[in-house]
């Protein structure tokens, strides 16, 4: 239907792009249906099969191919725009998170982990006053005691200068509750960094909308973590000198 197709972008022309729904954001992007459908119809259809945008961003290029109605066009255009979107959130979260203070600034500066298909571990390197130094993905795959070796974890924040360091990895499972093998990696990279002089601050596990610190040694629910923050005051770091 022709006005279908017209109205998101009117709507947007007129209200501005925060009125649009994520269905009609999307409409825009793939800018036509199919026979069978109009492009609204389409794009909640892509929508419902996928339940969310994050979703949809961990999709490859090739089920959106699939789709009826999608061709490899749409498919790239939408693939496109997700990744704009994902980068400008890294972007403002790396700008702005220059200093951290909890592990809730650890998931927010890493929560494109939660897209990963698999496991991967990243170190975030700090300065005495928990600035932001940088960070690095050092692994991708299996998370090992005996392959993760602490050599590779202090590589980069040695270069860096870093007086700590937190490590972060995802649990692709959506459940960051730490296994025993997390446990031993944890307990192996605190005693390497107390003989280099790099603090090991914290090792946060990644999950879906959740997250585990070991330095509070507890998970926290994204959705509540301000509540739980105001009422315990949890898990804050400390400047190392």
Partial sequence: MKAGSDMPREKLIEMGSKALTNSELIAILLRTGSSEMDVLELSQKLLKKYGSLTKLLAADLSE???IKGIGPAKAVTLKAALEIGNRVFKEIASTTRKSLRDPESVYYLCHDMTLLEEEAVRVISL???????GYDTISLGTIDSSLLHPREVFKQAIKKAAAAVIVVHNHPSGDPTPSI???KITEKLSEAGKIIGIKLLDHVIIGKGKYYSFSASKSFDVLEVQHVVAREGYGTYKATR
């Fill in 64 to 66: 959106f191919s699939s």
């Fill in 127 to 133: 300065d005495s006053k928990l600035n932001l130094s």
């Fill in 181 to 183: 093998e997390d446990i």
